[in-house]
């Protein structure tokens, strides 16, 4: 049984957390529940920049690969 391994983003890691968010808005397009969502707008690429900086964001992991990303304070 796979489990989901929540850990903060490493600066390293900045494309990658960018992508998975336009994964996210692309995957939502059209969807009943759309999150209005704007590449490079929101979420911008500051805001991430900023998280991932500040050890405000956190990525959900199963088996390696990234299906949650997160930004808050502990």
Not at 45 to 66: C, F, M, P, S, W
């Amino acid at each position: 049984m796979s489990r989901l391994n929540i850990r903060k983003a490493k600066a390293e890691e900045f494309e990658q957390v960018v992508g998975f968010y336009h994964s996210v808005i692309d995957a939502l397009q059209g969807a009943e529940y759309n999150l209005g969502w704007i590449k490079d707008v929101y979420p911008s690429r500051e805001l991430l920049k900023g998280a991932v900086e500040n050890g405000e964001l956190y990525l959900g992991e199963i088996d390696g690969k990234t299906v949650s990303a997160m930004i808050g304070k502990q």
